[in-house]
C-alpha cells in the first residue's frame, strides 16, 4: 500500500492542452495503456532525458527532435513496454508511432515526441498501437488528466497528478497540472519514471528549459527506490503560451512565481513517486547538511537511501543506527572526520560528534522508525552546503513484485 498517498481527486485543465487514452492491449488487454496528448500551435516544449547509456529508442528520438527545434504538437505515451535494447528496429517503431500520431493529429511527422514504459528488450505490438491511435485521438478532451495518469501506470497501485494555481502581476491567472508514473527501477539520473508537466503560461524557450531543468534537480532527481536509473527516464515541461499577456522570460518578474508551481508540482510527483514505491511501507526524507559542497552531501544522502542494510532495517522497524553510521563512512567524502559528524532521526539524536548520543535510549529510536513517516539527519560539520533526498525501506514486497514482473 502507498505511504500515505491518495489519488489526486482533481487535475486542472491546462488551456492548449487535450489528452486522449485507449486500449492498445500492448502487455495485457483490458486497460488504457496508451495516450495521447495535443498541444496548441506554438507551445514550448522542453525535456530531460535518462542518462542510461542504454537509453531507450523513445528517448534517442526525443533527444534528436528537440535538438532539431521541432515545433512540437504532441506527445504519445505507453505503458507496458520500454522499446529499450530493441536496436534499429526499436527506432524505427518509435518513428513509426509518432508518424501515425501526427497523421491523427493532422500535425508535421516530426512534431510528435514518443514516451515508453515497460519491459526492457522487447519490440513494441507495432499493429495494435497503431490501430489504437485513432481512438485516442478521437477521446481528446481538456480533462482527461486523471485518465492519462492511469494510462501510464506499470507497477503504481495509483495515479499521480498534481495542480498548482499562479496569479501573475496583470491580475491573470495561469495553470501548472503534471501527472507521473513510476514505482520501481527509480534512482533517475536525468528522470522506470515518466512525467509530463504543462502550463498555459506564456514562458520563453530560455525560461521553459530553465524551469524544468532547476524542478528536477529538486524533485525527480532527489529520490530514489532502489538505486537503479530507468533506460526510460523522461520528464517533459510544455507551454501552451495560452494565458496571453506579455512573455515571462527568467528575468520577468513572474518568472519566480511559475518556476515556483512547477517546482511544486515536480516535487509533489516525485515524492508520490517514493510513497508508492514497490513494497514501500514508510517515506523516508534524508537531510544532510553541513558539507563542503553540493556533491558530498548528495554523495552521504544516497550512500544511505540506496543501502539495502539501512533499508531492510528500516522496514522492520529496527533503529540500527550503526547501519546509517556504516553508509555515511563508505560514502567516499573525502577526509571525513567522525568527530564532527552529527546523527539524529526526527528530534531524536543518535550521534553527537561522533560518539553516541548519552540520552539516546532504543525505544527512542524504534518509536521513530515504526512511524510512516520521519527524517534522518546528517550533520557533517565541514561546510555550508546541504540537500534532502527521498527514499523508502526495502520490504518482502519489493523482491516479489519484481521476481514476477514478467509473468
Known amino acids: ?35 495521447v496528448v495535443e498541444l496548441a500551435a506554438g507551445s514550448r516544449v522542453a525535456g530531460v532525458f535518462t542518462r542510461n547509456a542504454f537509453a531507450a529508442a523513445p528517448v534517442h528520438l526525443c533527444r534528436e527532435r528537440l535538438a532539431a527545434g521541432a515545433a512540437v504538437r504532441g506527445l504519445v505515451f505507453n505503458s507496458g513496454n520500454a522499446n529499450a535494447a530493441t536496436g534499429s528496429g ?6 513509426r508511432t509518432t508518424a501515425a500520431v501526427a497523421q491523427a493529429l493532422g500535425v508535421a511527422a516530426d512534431a510528435v515526441l514518443p514516451f515508453s514504459t515497460g519491459v526492457i528488450g522487447q519490440r513494441l505490438p507495432l499493429a495494435r498501437m497503431i490501430a489504437a491511435i485513432p481512438a485516442a485521438a478521437a477521446d481528446l478532451r481538456a480533462d482527461a488528466w486523471l485518465d492519462a495518469a492511469r494510462a501510464i ?6 495515479p499521480k497528478g498534481a495542480s498548482r494555481q499562479v496569479t501573475l502581476s496583470d491580475g491573470s491567472v495561469v495553470a501548472v497540472t503534471g501527472i507521473a508514473k513510476g ?18 503560461a506564456r514562458l520563453t524557450a530560455a525560461a521553459v528549459q530553465q524551469c524544468l531543468h532547476t524542478a528536477v534537480a ?89 543501502s539495502p542494510l539501512v533499508k531492510t532495517a528500516l522496514y522492520a ?16 567524502v573525502e577526509a571525513l572526520d567522525p568527530a564532527t559528524v552529527d546523527v539524529a532521526l526526527d528530534d531524536v539524536p543518535l550521534i553527537h560528534h561522533g560518539e553516541p548520543h548519552p540520552g539516546y535510549a532504543e525505544d527512542k529510536g524504534a518509536a521513530v522508525v515504526g512511524r510512516k513517516e ?16 527521498w527514499t523508502c525501506d526495502l520490504g518482502h514486497d519489493y523482491v516479489k513484485i519484481n521476481a514476477e514482473y514478467r509473468t
Request: aromatic letters at 4%; charged letters at 20%.
Open 153 to 158: 501506470m506499470t507497477t503504481d497501485t495509483v
Open 218 to 306: 529538486g524533485s525527480f532527481n532527489s529520490i530514489t527506490v532502489d538505486g537503479d536509473t530507468s533506460t526510460n527516464d523522461s520528464c517533459v515541461l510544455a507551454a501552451t503560451a495560452r494565458s496571453g499577456g506579455a512573455e515571462i522570460d527568467t528575468a520577468s518578474p513572474d518568472y519566480v512565481a511559475v518556476a515556483a508551481a512547477i517546482a511544486a508540482v515536480c516535487l509533489t510527483l516525485a515524492q508520490a513517486m517514493v510513497r508508492d514505491g514497490e513494497g514501500a511501507s514508510k517515506f523516508i526524507a534524508i537531510d544532510v547538511g553541513g558539507g563542503r559542497n553540493l556533491e558530498e552531501v548528495r554523495k552521504v544522502a544516497y550512500s544511505i537511501a540506496h
Open 374 to 389: 520521519f527524517t534522518i539527519h546528517i550533520g557533517l560539520g565541514r561546510g555550508p552546503a546541504r540537500t534532502t533526498v
Open 1 to 35: 500500500m502507498p505511504v500515505n498517498l491518495q489519488p489526486p481527486v482533481h487535475l486542472l485543465p491546462v488551456p492548449g492542452v487535450r489528452l486522449g487514452v485507449a486500449d492498445a492491449a500492448i502487455k495485457h488487454a483490458g486497460r488504457n495503456d496508451l495516450m
Open 90 to 95: 526499436g527506432l524505427e517503431d518509435a518513428r
Open 183 to 200: 514505482v520501481g527501477m527509480i534512482c533517475p539520473d536525468m528522470g522506470t519514471t515518466l512525467s509530463f508537466i504543462a502550463t498555459d
Open 317 to 332: 522497524g529496527d533503529a540500527n543506527w550503526g547501519r546509517i553510521v556504516m553508509a555515511i563512512g563508505k560514502a567516499g
